[in-house]
């Protein structure tokens, strides 16, 4: 049943692909090329990173991009030089180096409220697991998620410390671990993140438990089940 629908899901989407393309490439709209830049990367992840397999599409993606640099909106050129940089890091081109140009685009692309910050902290927040040794991407992965501000992005600021957390966690570093699920605590008092707030509460009591702080964990226990039950 599972490998019956991942194939049905793999067959819509490159069967979507190519008129979704098609329209980009006649239209030159900048938000539908983001999201057919979105849209490769899925493709180029479904077909198992295989350069060939998606070589045309790689190009006409990379030809957009390349027009929207020499925009006269700076946002529009801080969008598409993102966007360029993260398909470099999925062919693993120079990818210390779109790093160092991701932390640029990411400091200069904060002093404007336009720039689509969260979908961009997304994107690299989905690179966590791939390049969390890469000093580089631990240095704009740092900076992005500092950068997030106002109610919704503190919920997406809040999912990546959790996430980043849970991985220091993972990796014995209990201390850092709990340093980062502290600072999830306090962007996680608003309702529409009580789900949240209930998770970083449980991994931040098992990293108490962990070093021996016991009081501490109990006390994130008690806060887990008030969480759960009567916050709803």
């Known amino acids: 049943m599972l490998i019956t629908l991942f194939f049905i899901i793999k067959t819509e989407l490159f069967r979507n692909f190519a008129p979704f393309e098609k329209e980009v490439l006649k239209n030159n709209n900048i938000e539908e090329i983001m999201n057919l830049s979105n849209l490769w990367i899925l493709a180029y992840t479904r077909k198992k990173r295989n350069k060939e397999d998606v070589k045309s599409k790689t190009q006409n993606i990379l030809k957009l ?79 992005v998620t500092e950068r997030l501000s106002d109610r919704s992005a503190d919920i997406q600021k809040a999912e990546m410390h959790l996430k980043k957390a849970k991985l220091l966690s ?49 006390n994130c226990c008690y806060s887990t089940f008030h969480g759960y039950f009567f916050e709803r």
């Open 65 to 143: 991009l390349n027009e929207k640099k020499e925009s006269k909106s700076r946002v529009i050129q801080l969008e598409a030089e993102s966007r360029e940089c993260l398909i470099k890091v999925m062919l693993d081109e120079n990818v210390d180096e779109q790093f160092k140009l991701l932390l640029k685009i990411a400091e200069e692309a904060s002093r404007f409220k336009e720039f689509n910050y969260v979908v961009l902290a997304k994107m690299i927040e989905n690179l966590l697991e791939v390049y969390c040794d890469n000093v580089n991407y631990n240095q704009l992965y740092d900076l």
């Open 170 to 218: 993972k990796n014995d570093e209990k201390y850092n671990a709990i340093v980062l699920l502290g600072k999830c605590l306090t962007l996680l008092y608003k309702e529409e993140s009580n789900d949240k707030l209930v998770d970083a509460y449980i991994n931040i009591g098992a990293n108490f438990e962990s070093v021996g702080l016991l009081y501490a964990a109990k």
